[in-house]
């Protein structure tokens, strides 16, 4: 009769967002804690387009730790699994479930295994953040399924610990992660500036360029970075405060041109500083100059800012468009100059939000096919194209928060074994 009791499994599944910085987090003053050389300031991404699903379970029948990450067997001995694991633990709640009839006590939690199953719904490890939903996701999952009483802001603590920049994904819309100035880290948490409803014109629409992994990991050309580049000392110290401010100012008032403004600067010197740094880090590539270079032309060329562009640690570009009309004629543009490998479905080229393929008459390849020489270019130049440059699109917009998700369904343990499925 023991061995039927320690049969059940106890499971919890969420759903956490990815967030791009519009004013850059590079460069940490405390290695282990995470703790950053500057604040900064990102947008939550829209979770149904660019997410990270997590299902976590407790059984007594498990023997250790594990994890899968995209049906994959990984290695749950990184110092960043095990911190957030452990603080976790550490908070753990007394859980109660009647309807399985199962009780675990706060002091049971240092003695059972949990098992992970965690699935990005978008390349991993080339720029797009999917360290930052993947840690967030976890901690948040682990808190819900352990019952810890800790408010967004503490466990955004917990999260920076496994990844900087998973305590901003703890918050949908806009989201501020402050430094802060505690040696042990206490108060460098994330807090929400707006929700995503506060300017909910916005249209986001992701290049991805390359979904291989990066040649320099994120981890590896910080510490390179605070070693050798003065730039970012300059950077810290001096330019981001006023920026941070500036930003903050520029949501609050929904002002796209300084909001673009901000965020193109921002972008581009903190690939200065990837520059500066020896041996010099090249995180953006050819394909992500062009775009630059198309968007700078185009804003130029109306007087005022239509789409702002920044990358991350990655040649993806990321650009935010001020309103859906906008996003549309972006879309144009960039199928103008990347179009896709003639046997292409439209369809699996431009993925997201497909409503701004029909916003910008883009119903198929003939429409691709028969678009104009954006008015930019002038008409003695024939305009060069580069087809296959750019692997896919995503279309999406400020999205919200981390989510449980009630369904069995969507869970990626079986609930019977806690095994993937």
Known sequence: M?????????????????????????????????????????VTLDPEHLCTTTTVAVSPSFDKDRMWLNGKEISLSGGRFQSCLREIRCRAGDVEDEKKGIKIAKKDWEKLHVHIASYNNFPTAAGLASSAAGLAC????????????????????????????????????????????????????AVQLADEKHWDDLVIVIAVVSSRQKETSSTTGMRETVETSMLLQHRAKEVVPKRILQMEEAIRNRDFASFAHLTCADSNQFHAVCLDTCPPIFYMNDTSHRII?????????????????????????????????????????LLFYFPPQPDTDLNSYVIGDKSILKDAGLEGMKDVEALPPPPEIKDNIPAQKYKGDVSYFICTRPG???VLLSDESQALLNPESGLPK
């Open 2 to 42: 023991a061995d039927e009791s320690q049969k059940w499994v106890l499971m919890v599944t969420a759903q956490t967002p990815t967030n791009i910085a519009v004013i850059k987090y590079w460069g940490k003053r405390d290695e282990t804690l995470i703790l950053p050389v500057n604040d900064s300031i990102s």
């Open 138 to 189: 976890l901690v948040f999952s682990l808190a819900k399924l352990m019952n810890v009483k800790e408010d967004h802001g503490k466990l955004s603590a917990i999260a920076r610990q496994g990844s900087g920049s998973a305590c901003r994904s703890l918050y949908g819309g806009f989201v501020k992660w402050i430094m802060g100035k505690d040696e042990k880290g206490s108060d460098s948490i």
């Open 293 to 333: 270079s198309i968007v700078e032309k185009w804003n130029r060329s109306e007087g005022t800012p239509q789409v702002a562009y920044t990358f991350d640690a990655g040649p993806n570009a990321v650009m935010i468009a001020r309103n859906r009309k906008v996003a549309g004629v972006l879309l144009q543009k």
């Open 400 to 402: 919200k928060g981390p």
